[in-house]
């Protein structure tokens, strides 16, 4: 089968054959973070996160290539904390000039600056909007949605459901603390109130224990009683820790949605709209698992050099970027409608799926929402509000 | 001409309705294909089309109905007299558009899943080639000539030119974000390629595969991202090609010297597929969210009717 394949696909090339090759190489760097597993096991990171959708990306990119006389090669490797700047000096000693970075917030801001001047850096996992405010790097752009755009996609949501009573509960861990800050930005942005908040202390201790659940069915209730009245639940736990129990056991009888519940995201193995269904199954068949949010981002990364290496014929970064930054670059995500950058903060515009356990429900920003540029830009920070000082070249 | 004697002669044994052409729309969700006389526009039959039909196409003689029933990963077949189902053609995974050669064999059948296009004979039902081409094929198209048959690559963003007595590709042709469907001329001479999330409508020079222009849209108080277009269908003498913008839910009428848009006619919801009756006097719709077809008066570029059909309609196509 492979023999076969490999066979048209030499009968195909050679019309071609006058186009001279030209090889693009990328890197993607993951940051292993220890810490506590998550809550479900279903959530367990599986070994290839984040590289089985760089593979994907590499792959549609070499299809294309083909046609153009280009061929992709991508390098996966791994790190810890304390190794991460090292092997990203490593990549760039390489000769790599365009990385995807799957780490924290604060070791991607690390892994920017020790890659240089002269290297494009993809944030293809944090989250944090300081990332794209005031610790902003010229070199630096975010396929990962920020804390701010997946806030905004759910407030849009709520609001359009007209449940503007809001009870927040929040994790004890900074990036909890960082996402119901974005909650509250949110949440004065379109106009809801926080008639609640309450704060869930992560005590430490096992993931899970047998009969675990004894204690959660009594301690979630009581967590959620006496609370101002509200219309619906919302979880900031970046972290993991508990919002997974909130469902059904809330002390009213009232929506949970963010961490748990309707969840917003930038992907989720169940989309099928806009052609989605074909990345899944293409992933699928590739990695023998579903898709992850990790692996998408990385997805995009790969697929926006990809598409601008198509367009201006050249593996050279400064043009790539210059492509990519520039007006005319387009990048189908399946999600009905082309994927840009902002160029004020290094971020890629993209519509936020709302989620349901096993179905995508919704999909943000909500019609209602107009904006005189682009309607993505009704998610997260805008053009007038950045804190990001750089000026891009 | 031969079989339409036979009908006539049918009619009068019967004593049936006079005879009048056929509409079959291939509704995605419902499984079925929704049948309509094309002079009263009535529903007349309905009938299974297995899981998930979409691509729907007819024999040159009008006496066969191909769809790409693509989540049984076939193309099947049925007699457009009796709706009876034929012996099914392979067609390679996921099937969601396809092409009759103009001499009615073989058919071209874009597989989304697997980047290959699947040439399969209809009268032997044996695949004859399978052509590897971009990510995400799905838009084809034949030359009237049936020389070239094109393919639109989604992900990849060409029309990918393939001759249809080797099999290789001969021309590649970028174009903007997710190309949706290709259409040649009459005359053979300009392509169309609509660019779904792109916006735009190429037109192509097939000879040496220059853009000469693109066409955009522009409809006050309707999102420019909503302006997408999918389905591309130009008169017989080349006058007029008609655009359908999906969830913008209109049809762009172009004019076919210019190639610039004279006029946005209101259809149903999230149109997408088009196709003439075989005089050319009508264009139908299949509106995907509305669950119906509207029907388009060609010499005036008046919507004229719209008919309840099948649930999501997707894919069109009339036969005398």
Same mark, same amino acid.
């Given at each position: ?141 975010? #396929? ?43 949440? #004065? ?205 | ?124 039902? %044996? ?62 001479? %300009? ?130």
């Amino acid at each position: 089968m492979r023999f076969l394949h490999a066979a048209l696909v030499a009968a195909l090339v050679m019309p071609c054959a006058a186009l001279a090759q030209v090889e693009i190489r990328m890197a993607v760097l993951r940051v292993d973070e220890p810490g506590r597993p998550p809550a479900s096991r279903l959530d367990l990171p599986p070994e290839d996160l984040g590289f089985a959708g760089a593979r994907l990306g590499t792959s549609d990119n070499a299809t294309t290539g083909q046609f153009m006389g280009q061929s992709f090669v991508t390098d996966e490797v791994t790190a810890t904390h304390e190794t991460a700047a090292g092997k990203m000096q490593e990549i760039v000693a390489s000769g790599v000039r365009l990385v995807v970075t799957l780490a924290d917030e604060e070791t991607t801001l690390a892994l920017a600056d020790a890659a240089g001047d002269e290297v494009l850096v993809f944030n293809a996992r944090a989250r944090g909007d300081a990332l794209r405010g005031e610790d902003c790097r010229a070199n630096l752009l975010h #396929t990962a949605p920020s804390r701010a755009m997946v806030t905004d996609a759910l407030a849009q949501f709520l609001m359009w459901k007209r449940w503007d009573d809001w009870f927040l509960i929040e994790g004890s861990h900074p990036a909890d603390r960082a996402l119901a800050d974005a909650y509250r930005r949110a949440a #004065t942005k379109f106009g809801a109130r926080i008639v609640e908040e309450r704060t869930f202390e992560d005590t430490g201790g096992a993931r899970a224990t047998d009969s675990g659940l004894v204690q959660i069915q009594a301690r979630m209730p009581t967590f959620t009683q006496r609370a101002a009245q509200h219309d619906v639940v919302v979880a900031a736990d970046e972290t993991g820790i508990f919002a997974a129990y909130l469902p059904y056991h809330t002390w009213e009888a009232r929506p949970v949605a963010g961490s748990a519940g309707l969840s917003p995201l930038s992907w989720h193995p169940a989309m099928e709209m806009w052609g989605g269904m074909q990345f899944q199954s293409r992933f699928e068949k590739l990695a023998q698992r579903p898709s992850r949010e990790e692996d998408y981002q990385v997805w995009l990364a790969m697929r926006a050099v990809g598409e601008a290496a198509t367009r201006t014929q050249s593996a050279e970064m400064a043009v790539l970027r210059d492509y990519m930054l520039g007006d005319e670059f387009q990048l189908g995500g399946f999600k009905g409608q082309p994927l840009t950058w902002r160029d004020w903060d290094g971020q890629l515009r993209q519509p936020i799926l709302l989620a349901s356990g096993d179905i995508v429900t919704s999909v943000s920003p909500q019609s209602e929402y107009l904006h005189q540029v682009s309607q993505l830009d009704t998610l997260g920070i805008d053009r007038p509000e950045t804190a990001c000082q750089i000026e891009r070249q | 001409m031969i079989m339409r004697a036979t009908g006539l002669l049918a009619c009068l044994c019967t004593g049936s309705p006079a005879l009048a052409g056929k509409i079959f729309v291939s509704n995605e969700k419902g499984n079925d294909i929704t049948v309509l006389d094309s002079e009263s526009f009535e529903v007349i039959a309905t009938f299974p089309g297995g899981q998930r039909p979409r691509g729907i196409t007819a024999s040159p003689d009008g006496k066969w109905l191909y769809v790409c029933a693509s989540d049984d990963n076939l193309v099947r077949v049925f007699s457009t007299d009796t709706y009876e189902e034929q012996p099914t053609l392979p067609s390679g995974p996921d099937p969601e558009l396809f092409v009759l050669h103009p001499s009615g064999n073989p058919l071209y059948i874009a597989n989304e899943d697997d980047n290959i296009v699947t040439v399969v004979d209809v009268e032997t039902r %044996t695949v004859l080639a399978e052509v590897p081409v971009g990510v995400e094929p799905e838009g084809m198209g034949v030359s009237p000539d049936g020389r070239i048959v094109v393919n639109t690559s989604e992900t990849t963003n060409m029309a990918h030119f393939i001759d249809t007595e080797t099999f290789e590709i001969v021309q590649n042709v970028l174009v903007d974000q997710r190309p949706r469907f290709a259409q040649f001329t009459d005359d053979g001479a %300009t392509l169309l390629v609509s660019s779904e999330i792109g916006g735009t409508v190429s037109v192509i020079d097939p000879a040496s595969g220059q853009i000469e222009k693109k066409i955009t849209f522009e409809v006050p108080g309707v999102l420019p991202e909503a302006l997408q277009p999918v389905g591309v269908r130009v008169t017989a003498d080349g006058s007029k090609a008609y655009v359908a913008l999906g969830p913008a839910n209109r049809v762009a009428v172009v004019d076919g010297a210019t190639w610039e848009v004279t006029d946005y006619l209101l259809v149903g919801q999230r149109v997408w597929q088009l196709a003439f009756s075989p005089d050319q006097k009508y264009l139908f719709t299949t509106n995907g969210n509305s669950n119906d077809i509207s029907i388009i008066d060609v010499a005036s570029d008046e919507v004229i009717r719209s008919v309840q059909v099948g649930e999501q309609p997707w894919g069109v196509v009339a036969v005398e």
